[in-house]
């Protein structure tokens, strides 16, 4: 299904509901298309909000979101879009790659109280994505004070997971000296140089949770501006376990 977007309205949600009790491989297939300037606009999926970057003219986005292979016929998952100009979306749902109606979807103009089952941190079923935490690159302004977001658990991990954070220069950034990214998330703090000459680098944290819905403040700072990136992983299989919120 293709959907407009208009620009005059900010944000639209579609919420999805099981036909019945479900098993197998369900996915949502969604993209994002725009033909106008590029500009940042973000979608939340399962407790997790994330940014998409998209270039001028003509540029799109395209992802499967995955669902947990055990799917309760009282279970609701929400995808709620925003961006300030108009896009044109393309939601569909999937079973194994065919088209399916197992799922009954509900299109509604702007933000929805309706809450994703995903974001229920007791929900004790498979619950593996495979999106990053935030998609693209987010720019960071210098010096910054507060916050750029949090990252909570949406379970425990007592085997633990590693949160991958990448720092990238911007393109306007015109001195090849040495940046220095200085990284905390909640009591842990690392330091990320970006050598002269280099475009990017990257720092570890390990998240090791004793319950779920802790949550931890992402701060990163440095006297340049700066963008970054993010994915959490488990072994060796990218996973969604924490959700992440940006700081307005």
Not at 122 to 127: A, F, I, L, Q, V
Not at 149 to 158: K, N, V
Not at 173 to 179: P, R, S, V
Not at 187 to 205: D, E, Q, S
Request: net charge negative.
């Amino acid at each position: 299904m293709r959907v407009r977007k208009p620009g005059q309205a900010p944000t639209k949600s579609f919420i999805f509901r099981p036909r019945r009790t479900l098993a197998g491989a369900y996915s949502i297939g969604f993209g994002i298309e725009t033909s106008g300037p590029g500009a940042a606009a973000s979608f939340s999926w399962c407790g997790s909000r994330r940014q998409i970057n998209l270039l001028p003219q003509l540029s799109s986005y395209v992802t499967n979101l995955r669902l947990p292979v055990n799917i309760d016929a009282e279970d609701v998952y929400v995808l709620t879009v925003t961006a300030r100009f108009t896009v044109i979306l393309s939601i569909d749902v999937w079973k194994e790659g065919e088209s399916t109606d197992d799922l009954v979807m509900e299109e509604v103009d702007g933000e929805t109280p309706v809450q994703t089952v995903c974001a229920n941190p007791t929900t004790d079923r498979d619950r593996k994505f495979d999106e990053p935490l935030m998609l693209g690159q987010s720019s960071v302004a210098a010096r910054r004070q507060t916050p750029v977001g949090r990252i909570e658990s949406l379970r425990d991990l007592p085997e633990g997971a590693l949160l991958h954070l990448d720092f990238h220069r911007l393109p306007t950034d015109t001195c090849q000296d040495d940046l220095l990214v200085t990284a905390s998330l909640g009591p842990m703090h690392g330091l990320c140089v970006i050598a002269r000459g280099r475009p990017t680098n990257g720092i570890t944290f390990l998240l090791q949770p004793e319950a779920a819905g802790e949550s931890w403040p992402l701060s990163l700072y440095s006297a340049k501006p700066f963008a970054w990136s993010g994915a959490a992983q488990r072994g060796y299989d990218a996973v969604f376990l924490p959700a992440f919120s940006f700081v307005e």
